[in-house]
């Protein structure tokens, strides 16, 4: 049985940034180039979608029927959480963000002195910087909480090119990933994917899911059973996957 499917965790998955919640329904079609296919079926954060699935690269996202499938969106419910945090800090993170980031540009075009210099320019009067200064390759700020922070300005400058590196990786990663999902739907395979999860499931596991789906619609079996089915199929990674179907029973049935 596991030999019919590949569960994918989205930690395996390439991901990096933060964006909004998934469309709340089928989203239409982009005009945009990429691959086109009629079979096998999409399931989007538990929505079942109509085909023909389209599947695109659009800059660094991979976008599948408008979903953004990589680097996938973070839950709502999880980014709304509060976060301890003192306006002070915040307030230093921003600057030394702020800092590191005019480094790095002018760095990359203008060489080292003519960094220092446009760091001081630009930070040297802010209200919440009380003095700063160059000590080789170390920037020492002292902050308006009296925090003092020596920023290794050679680190960050090593770290970008990294950061640019591991992106161009990433974006090849997603492009190859578009012809596999490809290939998948061209099988008949199905690509279901939420917040936290990613499955790719045979035609003939997900025929017993959707058997499961139906029994549940016509009150034939109640919710505890039918999820011991569906994790006895798939896993308990899918118990993500189970919950969002619960909430969008309506498009499973259109099918």
Known sequence: MWKKLIIVTLGLLVCGMVMGAAPSGPPLLCDGPGNVVDSGVVIA???????????????????????????????????????????A??????????????????????????????????FGGHEFILSMRFEEEFLVVEFG???????????????????????????????????DLTEMLQSGRAIVFGYDYTIYISVEVFEELEGIVDAIVRREANKETAETRWVNLLGNLSRSFFADVMTHLDSWGMY
């Open 145 to 179: 909480d009296r925090r003092v922070e020596w920023m290794d300005m050679r680190s960050h400058v090593e770290a970008a090119k990294n950061r640019e590196m591991v992106h161009r990786e990433i974006v090849q990663a997603r492009a190859a990933l578009a012809g």
């Open 45 to 87: 954060y538990g929505e079942r979608i109509a085909p023909p699935f389209h599947i695109w690269m659009d800059a660094d996202h991979l976008v599948l029927n408008g979903f953004v499938f990589a680097p996938r969106p973070v839950d709502p419910r999880v980014a709304a959480r509060e976060i301890s945090i003192s306006p």
């Open 89 to 122: 800090q915040l307030k230093r993170h921003e600057l030394i963000e702020a800092i590191s980031e005019t480094y790095v540009n002018v760095y990359s075009s203008r060489g080292k002195q003519a960094a220092q210099a446009k760091v001081i320019e630009t």
